[in-house]
């Protein structure tokens, strides 16, 4: 097709995780296909993947692939800052077994509450994992706790209710929902997935991916953090991500005279 797009600049964007496509066991990719893709890619004037970490992993696999890196804007419209005093958690994405890792928060959540009895953890998303958690739910004898909400465009009202975001995905191409919880001012506890390192760095408060254990404990230390001075560097840390600053650089990548990326002779 290049050929024939004369003066067009081709851009790829890879909106999941070099995990996620290259990992063992990967559902995206067969292992036929890995070469074959980033050869294609290679092909383009520029490719785009969505933090440093990825594109780190892309030039370890392909020394002559160069891909940029954009983060992804936040786009959603902030609504009421949270005040920190619901005692609420909060988690939000599509209920699909492995990836969100809820049935690992459901777990995590049910040790956490054997010491405490105020907190509620709402976990927002629909989805074919949607049974299996509710029967966990029910087998911790958590559904006075944990509370599962479906699909809304009003997303931003359970941003202002929460207390504390948890993101406990097993893999992430880049979490937005981390840089919407921060937008209104909440504290996250998170795997350590490489892109919520580099999008929080210290302010995130951090388990071990997939360690049960972990996230308990992370979510108990979360309860016991300066609220007020925590929110404020959340709000901060998001300013980084606004639109136009996202945009300017997207303007800049289509508007290059040159390819940016490496090329195969």
Same mark, same amino acid.
């Given at each position: 097709?290049?050929?024939? $797009? =004369?003066?067009? !600049? +081709?851009? &790829?964007w890879v909106h999941n995780s070099?995990?996620? +496509? /290259? &990992?063992?066991?990967?559902?995206?990719?067969?292992?036929?296909l890995k070469r074959? /893709?980033?050869?294609? +890619?290679? =092909? +383009?004037? *520029?490719?785009v993947v969505l933090c440093q970490h990825d594109r780190q992993q892309y030039e370890a696999y392909e020394p002559r692939f160069h891909p940029m890196v954009v983060y992804n804007?936040?786009?959603?419209?902030? &609504?009421? !800052?949270?005040?920190g005093s619901s005692k609420r958690f909060l988690a939000i994405g599509r209920l699909s077994p492995q990836h =969100?890792?809820?049935? $690992? $928060?459901?777990? *995590?959540?049910?040790?956490?509450? !054997? &010491?405490?009895?105020e907190w509620h953890l709402d976990i927002v998303g629909e989805g074919p994992e949607e049974a299996a958690l509710r029967q966990q739910i029910a087998d911790r004898g958590m559904q006075q706790r944990i509370h599962l909400h479906p699909f809304t465009n009003h997303i931003e009202h359970y941003y202002t209710q929460a207390q504390v975001y948890v993101l406990s995905s097993r893999w992430e191409g880049f979490g937005l929902v981390l840089v919407e919880a921060m937008a209104h001012g909440l504290p996250v506890v998170s795997s350590d997935l490489p892109t919520s390192v580099e999008i929080m760095g210290d302010f995130g408060i951090y388990f071990a991916n997939g360690d049960v254990a972990g996230l308990a404990q992370a979510l108990t230390k979360s309860t016991h953090i300066d609220w007020n001075k925590k929110s404020n560097e959340a709000v901060a840390l998001a300013h980084r991500f606004d639109t136009k600053s996202i945009a300017d650089q997207w303007r800049h990548l289509l508007t290059a005279s040159s390819p940016l990326q490496g090329k195969r002779p």
């Amino acid at each position: 097709m290049a050929p024939q $797009l =004369k003066g067009v !600049r +081709l851009v &790829g964007w890879v909106h999941n995780s070099f995990e996620a +496509l /290259y &990992g063992p066991g990967s559902p995206y990719v067969g292992p036929e296909l890995k070469r074959h /893709y980033v050869d294609q +890619l290679m =092909k +383009l004037d *520029a490719t785009v993947v969505l933090c440093q970490h990825d594109r780190q992993q892309y030039e370890a696999y392909e020394p002559r692939f160069h891909p940029m890196v954009v983060y992804n804007p936040l786009t959603l419209t902030p &609504g009421e !800052r949270s005040t920190g005093s619901s005692k609420r958690f909060l988690a939000i994405g599509r209920l699909s077994p492995q990836h =969100k890792g809820f049935d $690992l $928060l459901v777990e *995590a959540f049910a040790q956490f509450a !054997r &010491g405490d009895s105020e907190w509620h953890l709402d976990i927002v998303g629909e989805g074919p994992e949607e049974a299996a958690l509710r029967q966990q739910i029910a087998d911790r004898g958590m559904q006075q706790r944990i509370h599962l909400h479906p699909f809304t465009n009003h997303i931003e009202h359970y941003y202002t209710q929460a207390q504390v975001y948890v993101l406990s995905s097993r893999w992430e191409g880049f979490g937005l929902v981390l840089v919407e919880a921060m937008a209104h001012g909440l504290p996250v506890v998170s795997s350590d997935l490489p892109t919520s390192v580099e999008i929080m760095g210290d302010f995130g408060i951090y388990f071990a991916n997939g360690d049960v254990a972990g996230l308990a404990q992370a979510l108990t230390k979360s309860t016991h953090i300066d609220w007020n001075k925590k929110s404020n560097e959340a709000v901060a840390l998001a300013h980084r991500f606004d639109t136009k600053s996202i945009a300017d650089q997207w303007r800049h990548l289509l508007t290059a005279s040159s390819p940016l990326q490496g090329k195969r002779p």
